[in-house]
């Protein structure tokens, strides 16, 4: 996450959803439920990933918000200053070849640098719409699984989510409580197909 993006999330009590939008603001309204005592056990997730988010709700919104502050700031990671080109954002990292591998990647134009990032662009190209059907769907999962695990229907709904049938899925979620139900589709647009 970069400086200009601000993490989205949803935050739930049971099945009811508190509220919704940037952390720190989400943060503070369930802060406030708090101290009026119409908040006990929070659950906030990354409208994102469907990751649980830890908030410490202790001490003055202030504590709370200055805690999410220096947690916001020490996420990004350090410059690892060494091989490669960190201006331009390369990171050293170890790869474990065969060495008929490193003998092939050594003779392309370019060396094994140049020919290892042309193949990781060509995958990337080649399954960039899997690799999202296959995120949203973890994305749609996790959430299920921690808000509907017990509900009816949940191992049907999940069979049809991985099986890519939205109808079906629909049908075993239409029970759930309304909120799990309205955070599911909202979740859910990219979960069922590949584009062409």
């Given at each position: 996450?970069?400086?200009?993006?601000?993490?989205?999330?949803?935050?739930?009590?049971?099945?009811?959803?508190?509220?919704?939008?940037?952390?720190?603001?989400?943060?503070?309204?369930?802060?406030e439920m708090i101290e009026r005592g119409e908040?006990?056990?929070?659950?906030?997730?990354?409208?994102?990933?469907?990751?649980?988010?830890?908030?410490?709700?202790?001490?003055?919104?202030?504590?709370?918000?200055?805690?999410?502050?220096?947690?916001?700031?020490?996420?990004?990671?350090?410059?690892?200053?060494?091989?490669?080109?960190?201006?331009?954002?390369?990171?050293?990292?170890?790869?474990?070849?065969?060495?008929?591998?490193?003998?092939?990647?050594?003779?392309?134009?370019?060396?094994?640098?140049?020919?290892?990032?042309?193949?990781?662009?060509?995958?990337?190209?080649?399954?960039?719409?899997?690799?999202?059907?296959?995120?949203?769907?973890?994305?749609?999962?996790?959430?299920?699984?921690?808000?509907?695990?017990?509900?009816?229907?949940?191992?049907?709904?999940?069979?049809?989510?991985?099986?890519?049938?939205?109808?079906?899925?629909?049908?075993?979620?239409?029970?759930?409580?309304?909120?799990?139900?309205?955070?599911?589709?909202?979740?859910?647009?990219?979960?069922?197909q590949l584009h062409a």
């Amino acid at each position: 996450m970069n400086g200009t993006e601000k993490q989205q999330c949803t935050a739930f009590e049971g099945s009811h959803a508190l509220a919704s939008g940037e952390l720190v603001q989400v943060a503070g309204k369930v802060k406030e439920m708090i101290e009026r005592g119409e908040a006990h056990s929070v659950l906030i997730f990354d409208d994102l990933t469907s990751e649980l988010i830890e908030v410490d709700f202790r001490g003055t919104m202030e504590d709370v918000l200055s805690r999410l502050e220096r947690a916001a700031a020490t996420e990004e990671p350090a410059l690892h200053r060494g091989p490669g080109r960190p201006k331009l954002g390369v990171v050293p990292r170890e790869v474990t070849l065969l060495p008929r591998h490193w003998e092939w990647l050594n003779a392309q134009p370019g060396g094994a640098s140049v020919a290892l990032r042309k193949l990781v662009e060509g995958a990337r190209r080649v399954n960039c719409e899997r690799d999202r059907l296959r995120s949203s769907q973890t994305t749609l999962y996790r959430f299920m699984s921690a808000m509907a695990g017990d509900l009816p229907g949940f191992e049907e709904a999940s069979r049809a989510l991985f099986a890519g049938e939205q109808e079906k899925f629909n049908e075993r979620i239409a029970a759930w409580p309304v909120d799990i139900q309205s955070h599911l589709q909202k979740l859910s647009p990219n979960a069922f197909q590949l584009h062409a």
